[in-house]
């Protein structure tokens, strides 16, 4: 009888795979992302139980992210962030990562443990957030 965890398996869960590579750090956190249709096979959600094969394309919605990735091997159990790559392609375009970088870049950051702005540093903030604005509606002129 083979078992799904035997390396040379033809096929294998997907919230498995998903967890066992390293897209998501928890298994349930896998199958809660397939249940909400987060991960798309051929353009169609996907359950948790749907078996992978070698060479499937997955899309796959990571907080702000589209992920698409290629299924190249099954590991025997969750592997090391370093062997990643050697079970999936990452086929995710490189403006994906720039839009991600990008939201990131336009959420504003404080350093821990300072606590909430004041009412002066909120209008500072503000003050100065207006002048980059003004100042790159003038470029555009």
């Known amino acids: 009888m083979s078992s799904p965890q035997h390396p040379n398996t033809e096929k294998v869960r997907l919230d498995k795979w998903l967890w066992v590579v390293r897209v998501f750090k928890t298994r349930n956190m896998a199958t809660l992302a397939c249940n909400a249709g987060k991960v798309k096979m051929d353009g169609q959600s996907c359950k948790p139980s749907k078996e992978v094969r070698k060479g499937d394309i997955l899309q796959i919605r990571v907080q702000n992210l589209l992920k698409t990735v290629k299924v190249v091997d099954f590991p025997k159990s969750r592997i090391a962030a370093k062997l990643v790559p050697d079970f999936y392609t990452d086929l995710t375009p490189q403006e994906e990562y720039e839009k991600l970088k990008n939201l990131r870049s336009q959420t504003e950051t404080r350093e821990h443990g300072i606590g909430r702005p004041t009412k002066r ?9 207006n002048l980059i604005k003004n100042d790159t509606d003038w470029e555009d002129d």
């Open 121 to 129: 540093d909120r209008r500072q903030l503000e003050y100065v957030k």
